[in-house]
């Protein structure tokens, strides 16, 4: 089992929608990371929070601490959008990373 | 502009070689991480550094081994490349650590591919 899932695996939306990407973990955390693969391979972190909800832009990522899950939302989703998005958390001295939800926004 | 670089970005190599991948940053960040990422798996932590003269294992360590003699430099050496050690290397670096997550920078990846 891993210590973080993620849902969906993949999503595919047309331009302008409200997309959520879901996280939940199943280990006491510090805190949560959310951080976006681009097609080429590099990694960008977007958000690192503990509690509530910070907004960057378009996005939006909360977290619910005594659920122990957290999700991502992008508003008017552009085809630039288009990545994978990776969920991580760190407890004690490990780090554990969800496999990512593969997003794909059509024009 | 402080980056983290690896090199070299693709390696092909044979059964048995050992192999050096590098890590370089410029942000003077005290912790780094080594990390494989394979399909199905998500990335995964080999290795990991807090500062000069410190190495920790992570999760999936066999097989390699990290030194740390400078704040700059992370190499992670594969001591007998296997197949299974075929797969996409990110290095990464953080602040040092409160208690909290700080936010980790990511280099572009090397892709090592064992025959």
């Known amino acids: 089992k891993n210590e973080v899932e993620q849902s969906p695996q993949n999503l595919t939306a047309q331009e302008g929608e409200f997309i959520t990407i879901n996280c939940s973990y199943s280990?006491?955390?510090?805190?949560l990371h959310w951080l976006q693969q681009h097609p080429g391979g590099g990694i960008v972190s977007l958000f690192m929070?503990?509690?509530g909800k910070k907004k960057h832009g378009r996005l939006i990522a909360t977290i619910n601490i005594q659920e122990k899950h957290s999700s991502l939302h992008i508003t008017a989703s552009h085809p630039r959008d288009s990545a994978v998005y990776i969920c991580?958390?760190?407890?004690?001295?490990?780090?554990?990373f969800g496999t990512g939800t593969s997003l794909t926004v059509i024009p | 502009d402080a980056e983290i670089t690896q090199s070299p970005r693709h390696k092909i190599t044979e059964t048995g070689r050992q192999v050096t991948l590098a890590c370089h940053q410029t942000?003077?960040?005290?912790?780094m991480f080594w990390y494989r990422q394979d399909l199905g798996h998500g990335l995964r932590l080999i290795h990991y550094?807090?500062?000069?003269?410190?190495?920790n294992k992570g999760e999936v360590s066999d097989g390699y081994s990290v030194s740390r003699s400078n704040t700059e430099d992370l190499p992670l050496t594969l001591e007998s490349a296997a197949s299974s050690q075929t797969s996409v290397y990110f290095c990464?670096?953080?602040?040092?650590?409160?208690?909290?997550?700080?936010?980790?920078?990511f280099g572009p990846g090397t892709r090592l591919t064992v025959l």
């Open positions: 991580a958390v760190r407890t004690g001295n490990q780090f554990y």
């Open positions: 280990v006491g955390i510090s805190a």
């Open positions: 929070l503990s509690s």
């Open positions: 942000w003077n960040h005290n912790n």
């Open positions: 550094s807090y500062g000069v003269q410190d190495t």
């Open positions: 990464a670096s953080s602040e040092s650590f409160d208690g909290d997550y700080n936010e980790q920078f």
